[in-house]
Each structure stands twice: as C-alpha cells, then as structure tokens.
C-alpha cells in the first residue's frame, strides 16, 4: 500500500552522495530504503556525470513524491567548496529533472526537526533516526543523514502544502 507521501532526502557529496526515503502516510513515518551513491572518477566531470546517473536512477526506482536536500557546509577550503557545490547542485538537478517539488534545509534545520537540538553531533541524529523509523539499519553517516533530510521534510511538508492551498506567502 502506498502512502500519502514518499520523501526522498539527499545529503550530496562529490565521492558519497547519500540518499535515503520514507514514507508518511497521516503522520505516521516508515523507512522504504537508504543508501550511498558512490561517484568514482579521476575528475569531476566523470564523478558529477556518475552521480547524475546514479541518482536519476534511485528516483525512477523508488517514485518518491518530493525531496528534500540539505545545504552544503561552508568550510575555509574555497575549492573545496565550491567542488562540493557541483555536487549539491546535480542533488537539486535529478529530482527537479523528474517534476518533484524540491526543499532544501541547513543542517542545524534538519538536526533540529529530528532531534530537538540544531547542533546535535552525528549520533545524536543517528539514534534519533533509529527511534523514528524503528528496526531501520543504518549504513553509514551519508546515508543517515539523507534520513534524517527525509524525516524534516515529512514533518514540514504537510504543513507547507496547507499554506501554500490557503495561498499564504
């Protein structure tokens, strides 16, 4: 039985871009799948074609509804960034690409939605994961984080669709 709502989430990253969904069907969540699309390649363009790829083809698998990606940190390594910003930008691409509304949330927003605390460290959110999506088996902090993404967008987008039917800016 499908739910009311499949939620993609999506941590980019240039070599590990993690992705988990969840459905919410009333205001009940459950874990459909998670996991880690590694893109390999000695230079960017191939590593942002295979994560273009890759990531296309858990969207067409999986049908999600909507997704939710998360901001990029800022670091003091400009290249870094900004090589991370490619990444990010293709996480935005796919499901704009497959006509899903895209949300996006810093990571303190996400870590609030599913914590309490906007600086939770990471097993902070992954116990928190675990309790909101009971017998879930985390595979890593990629994919948990795009978890958590899904579980921000769950609880916030309802809301966001009420809003945007009464036409609220």
Request: aromatic fraction near 2%.
């Amino acid at each position: 039985m499908r739910s009311n709502l499949r939620v993609i989430g999506i941590d980019p990253g240039l070599r590990n871009t993690g992705w988990g969904i969840v459905d919410l069907s009333g205001s009940r969540l459950s874990h459909v799948a998670h996991g880690v699309v590694q893109a390999k390649g000695h230079d960017l363009a191939t590593r942002l074609v295979a994560l273009r790829r890759a990531l296309s083809a858990v969207v067409e698998e999986m049908a999600p509804d909507t997704a939710a990606v998360e901001h990029t940190f800022v670091n003091k390594d400009a290249v870094g960034t900004l090589k991370l910003a490619h990444a990010r930008a293709i996480a935005l691409l796919v499901p704009a690409e497959a006509g899903l509304p895209v949300a996006e949330y810093a990571p303190n927003a996400i870590k609030k939605a599913v914590v309490g605390v906007g600086h939770a460290d990471k097993d902070q959110v992954a116990h928190m994961v675990r309790l909101l999506l009971p017998g879930v088996k985390l595979t890593g902090a990629d994919a948990t984080d795009a978890l958590a993404a899904a579980i921000c967008h769950a609880h916030r987008a309802p809301a966001m669709a009420r809003l945007a039917e009464v036409g609220a800016p």
